[in-house]
């Protein structure tokens, strides 16, 4: 039995892994929950009676949150960020602005804040303010923080569009990339801070830069159809120190010779066509030949490049932590043969059209999701695992073989929240 999609939930405001993915925190109209990944479980939850809150944003596991009032009755005003400690039950600290808070992002000595065309950093420890950086308009709040301590970066618009504004604070370096022509619409850092990760609003390529000197490393098409990135996640795994030779300097878009120490093994995407896209970014196992079930497949929609689609057991549970259960998809003949026609069609595609569009890298793995809602994805600390948050209320654990091209498999499935919550 097909799975049965489900409806965004109105009383859900927003979904946010914090920065390891062992926990995600959801936003509600009456207050928030955090929800540990591994196993799932409810964690904790505060309602604030009808008072909203619109961003949740954890510190690892520890009793902070950053909050942002929303919804009909906001719990606190838009244009402040709260600092909630759980062990207290209370907000400790405040940060206030002019304008409505549109992004939040916290690391163990840092607290970044996106308004509209601004961005503010902070010392974590008492709220000092340490920098403001101007931006292009961002009303979505584009804003990427590396966790890890081994460097402290930021990313976020630039002053024009399709730019990324890159800080590596611990030396004071500024690099701004020209990623894009249009503008940019998603962007992640990796865990070392390393690489950026980039989407603009046409939504067909990602591209992902050192972000020591602004090289481009990796171009990645999601598919043909333009569409709208919802999130994009690095692994926290990286390769060995590998050089642009390869995959790198042609195949994908990098540049030849340059060394990509700490470049993550994976790179995830999600976007409005409903398929989560899985990335090799550092070609440690050859790609399987087209047509011995080891590229590409079925397409799930005009311009999205998909295994065939996987069929999920429609069973659903009560309760915020209810209906867990696994299925299997498979390599269905079908979309072999569709990989072979789609692979024999390049023949006769011009050079001057092909050539573009076959030179970026294809996903690895593909997943399909029921519905096209909008969702979050981030890699968990084993190999080969993803998590999918969506606004529907679901959440979703999805294994990729490392080693063999292919559609991923469902290994869980729970629901966070209910319509009538």
Known sequence: MSFQPRRPLKNLISVSFNQDAGCFSIALTNGFRVFTTVPFSEFYRRQFDAEGVAIAEMLFRSNLVALVGGGPIPKYPPNKV?????????????LAFTTPVRAVRLRNNRIAVALEQKVFLYDIADLRHLQCIETTLNPEGFLALSPSEEATVLACPGLHVGEVRVELLDTKKIKVIKAHDSPVSAL?????????????????????????????????????????????AFSRSTAAATTGSGRGSSGSGGQAGVEMNGLPEWLAVTSDKGTVHVFNLTDKVSAP??????????ASGAGEEVWAEPQLDGRSGSGSAAGSYASSPSKTSSGRL????????????PNKVGGAYLASERSWAQYRLPDNSKCIVAFGNEPGIIFVASMTGAFHRVVFDPDRKGPCEQSGYNLFMEEEE
């Open 289 to 298: 030949a087209a047509g011995s079930g080891g590229g590409g497949g079925a």
């Open 82 to 94: 709260m600092i909630w400690d759980d062990h207290q039950k209370r907000a400790i600290g405040e």
């Open 338 to 349: 569709m990989m072979k026609s789609i692979s024999s069609l390049t023949r006769f595609v």
């Open 188 to 232: 992640a850092l990796s865990h070392n801070g390393k690489y950026v990760a980039t989407a603009s609003e046409k939504g067909t390529l990602i591209r992902v830069f050192s972000t020591l000197d602004g090289v481009k490393v990796r171009e990645l098409r999601r598919g043909s159809d333009p569409a709208r990135i919802y999130s994009l």
